[in-house]
């Protein structure tokens, strides 16, 4: 099975002006990391018109996926959207075509992970600082409505109390799954990344990675999956982390054209 593998495609009207749409290569699936739009119906219909037509589609959302709605709601929207079609939307979901396990979750971060000048500080200390500054420095926290009630003196928006619970939730879910023994391969697909190693070395030291990645190391030297494929992080990556191949392969904003490493073509044998 050859899989083309992508993310952070963050079509839009303007981009469209500046590039085309990456063109699908020959491949058995299309495994996309999230991110293609700022709305799910945008997102949605740009696969079935882009993507669906040639090959069947394993997605999770990015968290730009989400914007314009809560994240239950935008889940709940996507799934109706994708019903009858060879888009298989996964969030806390596992599916199998042929012979390889797919697990897949958005996997919001923990906001504990070390952003590559505090490996000293206990990742609890981080999360407090993180959970204090990261906020006011995303969009996701202007943009994405929370799905839980809110308390009289709060507004509308979604909290890191719930992106954290999310976050634990997917990261039991994975761990759940890959401690079922399974013959063939097994990919884990998430938008956010699982290590720290896929950073983008601009930001070295910038509060703001705690929303872009978590320490899954354990996790990972635990389990062992075949491949791990992530986005969010705006750089091409292809590296070992124990047994396990991490990748990701974003196109980036419309301004990072030409600095993100994106592949059109890339495809790995599954």
Not at 98 to 122: K, M, P, Y
Not at 153 to 168: K, S
Not at 181 to 206: C, E, I, K
């Amino acid at each position: 099975m050859k899989a083309w593998i992508i993310s952070d495609i963050h079509e839009s009207r303007l981009a469209r002006f500046f590039r085309d749409p990456p063109k699908a290569p020959k491949a058995d699936i299309c495994i996309c990391a999230g991110d293609l739009t700022d709305f799910i119906e945008d997102s949605v219909a740009y696969i079935r018109r882009v993507i669906e037509p040639r090959m069947p589609v394993v997605l999770v959302l990015g968290n730009h996926d989400y914007f314009g709605h809560s994240i239950s709601g935008a889940l709940e929207r996507a799934r109706r959207l994708v019903e009858g079609s060879r888009i298989h939307l996964l969030e806390n979901d596992t599916v199998t075509i042929g012979d390889c396990r797919f697990i897949g979750a958005t996997l919001w971060t923990d906001f504990a992970v070390s952003i590559g000048d505090d490996e000293h500080i206990q990742p609890e200390e981080r999360r407090v600082k993180a959970l204090e500054l990261v906020p006011s420095r995303i969009l996701d926290f202007e943009c994405i409505f929370r799905s839980d009630p809110r308390k009289i003196d709060e507004n509308g928006m979604v909290t890191a109390w719930e992106i954290l619970e999310r976050h634990r939730e997917s990261r039991k879910f994975i761990d759940r799954e890959l401690s079922l023994d399974y013959l063939g391969r097994t990919v884990v697909v998430t938008h956010h990344a699982p290590l720290m190693q896929s950073f983008d070395p601009a930001f070295f030291g910038n509060v703001t990675n705690a929303a872009f990645a978590s320490d899954l190391s354990d996790l990972i030297m635990r389990r062992r999956p075949s491949v791990w494929i992530h986005g969010h992080i705006h750089k091409f990556r292809d590296y070992m982390a124990d047994h396990t191949r991490i990748i990701c392969n974003p196109l980036g904003q419309r301004r990072e054209l030409y600095t993100s490493g994106f592949r059109p073509g890339f495809t790995i044998d599954l």
